[in-house]
């Protein structure tokens, strides 16, 4: 902590038992100011390093952590980590048969908001897609008489749904009810390769 004096005289209060048995509390003493001394070089006497065990420690510590980042980056795949993997375990954008799809699309990213997750992983399914979802789509809302074409358009079906296999209303609402095809999405943006509604 630093500290600076001026060439005054500083009143410093002392307050001690001692002085309170002698009737002289609060009483005001005085102290010079230090004088100035050129050869004055702080307190460099008899000074050692004393961790010099935890210092090795550490630095074989950090060693070790360098061996083992040069051996994952040596012997590893990067894109394990960095590129989004849909429930098959495809990477999005890099495996032959999702190539052209990049970005990771939760079922239901509610589901996702559990204490678990960073342990088990998010329970909904995913699967990769081409281009982020433009307008919010709830199954629910679709009904019988909607044309096929345009609940084909809408859905966002599992890796191994076919679909042309999407006839009719019944069997699409069937794969909506095992989990195979999306219940409902909001309208997302891509936030580095994963779907942010």
Not at 125 to 136: G, I
Request: net charge negative; aromatic share 10%.
């Amino acid at each position: 902590m630093g500290c600076c004096s001026s060439g005054e005289k500083v009143p410093i209060r002392r307050n001690s038992d001692e002085d309170n048995a002698r009737g002289e509390s609060d009483r005001l003493l005085y102290s010079e100011p230090m004088k100035y001394d050129p050869n004055f070089k702080g307190p460099l006497k008899n000074r050692s390093c004393t961790d010099v065990i935890c210092l090795l420690l550490f630095v074989f510590f950090l060693v070790g952590w360098g061996a083992v980042a040069f051996y994952a980056y040596r012997n590893g795949d990067l894109d394990r980590l960095l590129v989004p993997t849909d429930s098959q375990n495809n990477r999005c954008g890099v495996d032959s048969n999702v190539l052209n799809k990049p970005y990771l699309f939760f079922f239901d990213l509610s589901r996702c908001v559990d204490i678990t997750v960073p342990i088990n992983g998010c329970p909904t399914p995913q699967v990769c897609v081409e281009k982020c979802p433009d307008e919010p789509f709830l199954f629910d809302m679709l009904g019988p008489n909607e044309p096929i074409e345009n609940i084909k358009n809408l859905l966002i079906c599992d890796v191994n749904v076919n679909k042309n296999d999407i006839t009719t209303y019944e069997i699409a609402k069937e794969f909506v009810d095992n989990n195979r095809c999306a219940r409902w999405y909001l309208q997302s943006v891509p936030c580095k390769y994963v779907l942010l509604s």
